[in-house]
């Protein structure tokens, strides 16, 4: 008998995962659902690992690589699963936009790229709605209140408590927000979920939204509560692929001032967002034409009465 057919449990698939911690905390549920006896402790502690360091990766921490090895020799993965497995742990490694971006394309590839669709499927629907990063990086505080009336209630622009529901569930079913061993709902893989979305380009819809926002909101926030400036400069439209590595780099070290200053209770959930969009194009140039098909349609349009 296998495992999918003791107690009609079926085991996680882990070419359906994009968070390696959805996956770990999923391993863990269905042993659990196998044998009610199932200890974590004693499954880690099996291979080397102390149940405090399973508590940390399943809040916050991203595995070394010796630690990496002892989960797949925990899970028995087979050599593809544990190549995959590999591979989300990289993504949650990523330190930059571009490391999680090229760590999640090579994720697609694994596996005979059985998981592409479902990679794609939750870029593309995380990155297409501002409430998935709002209510995201709510969770983010210690005192965070995930009733949807409370949540709701603290939004801006207003959407109603049933909306933040959906979003919930959705942000749980993607893995994005986790139940830890203390039962409160908690972010994961904060800061590189947002960069693989738009560098999958995948988030057109999510930018529409960040602009009716900002529309929406330009008169309505008190003027020490909000930020805008733009400047206007001249360079080639091909130039653009220069500056984009270093308006990434600006995000990053805005991010990370941010992450460094002290939080209290009165946290407020902010966007920056930047646009870089051409102004003027030039028209297309007309064809030039030789001096020779000059004079022969010089001499095709000459009247033959002249």
């Known amino acids: 008998m296998t495992d999918g057919d003791n107690k009609g449990v079926n ?41 405090g360091t399973v508590h940390n990766l399943l809040k916050d921490r991203a595995p070394e690589e010796k630690t990496e090895t002892k989960l797949i020799d925990m899970m028995r993965l087979d050599a593809d699963e544990a190549e995959y497995f590999r591979g989300l742990v990289k993504v949650a490694r990523a330190s930059s936009i571009e490391g999680a971006a090229e760590a999640t394309r090579a994720l697609m590839s694994l596996g005979g790229g059985r998981s592409r669709k ?8 995380y990155a297409s709605g501002w409430l998935n990063h709002a209510v995201r990086e709510l969770a983010l505080a210690d005192d965070f209140d995930e009733r949807p009336e409370v949540i709701a209630a603290r939004l801006i622009p207003s959407v109603s408590p049933a909306e933040v529901e959906e979003c919930l569930t959705r942000l749980i079913g993607w893995g994005l927000l986790q139940r830890g061993f203390d039962g409160k709902l908690r972010a994961v893989n904060v800061r590189t979920d947002a960069g693989i979305a738009m560098q999958l380009s995948a988030g057109m819809s999510y930018y529409d939204g960040v602009l009716d926002i900002t529309r ?11 930020f805008f400036s733009s400047s206007v ?13 270093v308006i990434y780099e600006a995000l990053r ?54």
Not at 118 to 125: D, F, K, M, S, Y
Not at 272 to 294: F, N, S, Y
């Open 233 to 245: 400069f001249n360079l080639e439209l091909g130039q653009i692929q220069v500056l984009k590595p």
């Open 11 to 51: 085991p996680p698939q882990i070419w359906s995962y994009t968070d390696f911690r959805a996956y770990l905390r999923d391993w863990f549920d269905y042993r659990r659902a196998l044998d009610p006896k199932f200890s974590i402790r004693w499954h880690a502690r099996r291979v080397g690992l102390s149940d």
């Open 216 to 226: 929406k909101l330009l008169h309505e926030v008190p003027g020490a509560e909000r």
């Open 253 to 306: 070290k805005i991010t990370d001032v941010a992450d460094a200053l002290p939080r209290s209770e009165n946290t407020e959930v902010v966007q920056l967002g930047i646009q870089l969009i051409p102004l003027t194009r030039r028209p297309p140039a007309e064809p030039k034409i030789a001096d020779g098909e000059v004079l022969a349609a010089s001499e095709s349009t000459r009247d033959p009465n002249t």
């Open 118 to 125: 479902v990679i794609e499927g939750a870029v593309e629907r």
